[in-house]
């Protein structure tokens, strides 16, 4: 009889089970994929391998992209920069912001398409995963570094695995699951084969942020290569350049923003400064006063045209 | 277009809070630039950011992470990466997060628990067993 109850439990369970997990998201159309011209299958071999330490799936993830990109890091070092002791883990946001300070241009991708097709270009794909459940959830990071559309499988550098193969209805559900996140990390130059344009300005723009203005400006000019009339990519490039001291090459890049944008004002105030800098001080303040003309008399714009004012004092 | 642009007061607590945190300051007087995250928000049509909000919020982010075991100056850095955006998607919410942590689980799933994930492995929907395909 204990026999027989215990039996019945377990196949109550597992219906419960099957009625909680079902996916929310539909399955991916493999069939769509190929379609869509991606190769029916890639790998990049040459994604090194660091076995995570305890509870460090995040850091050796993070590692192993970045070494990928060509910078010679440990596991160890990256630990220091994203792993929180409090939590016993690693927190997506510092997975992000460690990218960005080791001068990569750090781009979030948010489908399963996208991942795909990164590394069909070559690009390995940093992926958050709930391999459990939402209500027993086993977070983790990993990087993903193939796929084949026929076997309906995604490879991975996942924990101590150097080749993980998972099936990718599997995958689509973890990955669901794990609140639908992945970061492509590329040397500042290079860009994402995937994505739209405003996530990699955000990126570059990332990288001002935390001081690395050469490799901001090696990411804008990327960006206009495949995005020549960029305006966000010029007012990038003019304020990266500006930020390492050419004021020459920050008006250059600000005046070609204004060549197609007149109306904004924000380019001549940025262009105000970059040419005040270069002891231009006569056109600073008629650029200064373009802007305020334009802002229709901004506080913001009349403060930056009454200190160069005073500086001609 | 007026909205979009910073009022005197949130920049100059901008900048406050950027030499507080030691990060990329901008001197004083270079604090009247648009930077570019300005930038790609009016670009976007987006409206501007509070500065005073983003301030406290990446203060507070700071001590939580320092409450949780991040040496100070670390968790410095690592606030000063993050975008207003960024910042607003954690304010409040490192210590519920999710956390990678990836092995491990196995301590925790004991009996019942460990029969279930078993079979939610064997039909696709988690990937916990290794020995599982």
Redesign the interface.
């Known amino acids: 009889m204990r026999w027989f109850t215990g039996r019945v439990l377990?196949v109550v369970?597992?219906v419960i089970?099957?009625a909680c997990?079902a996916?929310r998201q539909a399955s991916p159309n493999l069939s769509t994929f190929a379609a869509a011209g991606l190769p029916l299958r890639a790998e990049l071999t040459d994604v090194p391998f660091f076995p995570?330490e305890?509870?460090?799936?995040?850091p050796?993830a993070l590692a192993s992209a970045l070494v990928w990109s060509g910078l010679p890091v440990t596991q160890a070092d990256i630990a220091?920069?994203v792993f929180?002791?409090?939590?016993?883990?690693?927190?997506?946001?510092?997975v992000?912001?460690?990218a960005?300070?080791n001068g990569r241009l750090a781009v979030p991708l948010t489908s399963l398409d996208d991942i795909l097709v990164e590394i069909a270009a070559g690009n390995p794909v940093i992926v958050?995963?709930?391999?459990?459940?939402d209500w027993?959830?086993?977070?983790?990071?990993a990087i993903a570094v193939g796929y084949d559309l026929e076997r309906g499988e995604i490879i991975l550098r996942?924990?101590?695995?150097f080749r993980?193969?998972?099936?990718l209805?599997?995958?689509a559900?973890?990955w669901e699951r794990?609140?639908r996140w992945a970061l492509v990390v590329l040397p500042p130059g290079d860009l994402p084969a995937s994505t739209d344009q405003?996530p990699i300005?955000?990126a570059?723009?990332?990288l001002?942020?935390?001081?690395r203005?050469g490799d901001a400006a090696t990411a804008y000019t990327a960006i206009l290569d495949r995005w020549p009339d960029s305006?966000?990519g010029r007012?990038?490039l003019g304020?990266?350049r500006?930020?390492l001291g050419d004021f020459a090459g920050a008006a250059a890049a600000l005046r070609a923003a204004i060549d197609g944008n007149p109306q904004m004002?924000?380019l001549w105030?940025?262009l105000a400064?970059a040419l005040a800098e270069q002891g231009r001080l006569d056109e600073a303040i008629a650029a200064a006063e373009e802007a305020v003309l334009r802002?229709?008399n901004?506080?913001?714009?009349r403060?930056?045209l009454s200190?160069l004012l005073a500086r001609g004092v | 277009?007026?909205r979009n642009?910073?009022?005197?007061r949130a920049?100059s607590l901008a900048t406050a809070a950027a030499i507080m945190f030691g990060?990329?300051a901008p001197m004083p007087?270079?604090a009247?630039?648009?930077?570019?995250?300005?930038?790609?928000a009016?670009?976007?049509g987006e409206t501007e950011r509070a500065a005073v909000i983003s301030f406290l919020a990446r203060d507070d982010i700071r001590g939580e992470?320092i409450?949780?075991?991040?040496?100070p100056a670390?968790a410095t850095?690592?606030v000063?990466?993050?975008?207003d955006a960024?910042i607003e998607?954690?304010a409040g919410r490192?210590?519920e997060?999710?956390?990678?942590?990836?092995?491990?689980?196995l301590i925790g799933?004991a009996g019942?628990?460990f029969?279930?994930?078993l079979?939610?492995d064997i039909?696709?929907?988690?990937?916990?067993f290794?020995f599982v395909?």
């Open positions: 377990l369970c597992a089970l099957a997990v996916p995570q305890d509870l460090y799936c995040g050796a220091d920069q929180t002791p409090g939590r016993s883990g690693t927190l997506r946001s510092d992000l912001a460690a960005r300070r958050f995963q709930n391999l459990a459940l027993f959830p086993q977070w983790h990071f996942s924990g101590r695995q993980r193969v998972t099936s209805k599997t995958f559900r973890t794990g609140e405003k300005l955000q570059a723009a990332g001002e942020r935390v001081g203005n305006v966000g007012v990038g304020n990266a500006y930020a004002p924000m105030n940025n400064y802002s229709g901004a506080d913001a714009y403060a930056t200190e | 277009m007026k642009t910073p009022s005197l920049l990060a990329t007087a270079r009247a630039m648009v930077s570019t995250d300005q930038a790609l009016t670009l976007a992470m409450q949780l075991g991040v040496d670390e850095e690592r000063a990466s993050l975008s960024e998607n954690i490192i210590d997060l999710p956390a990678g942590e990836g092995l491990g689980i799933a019942l628990v029969i279930i994930l079979i939610t039909i696709g929907a988690t990937n916990v290794t395909r």
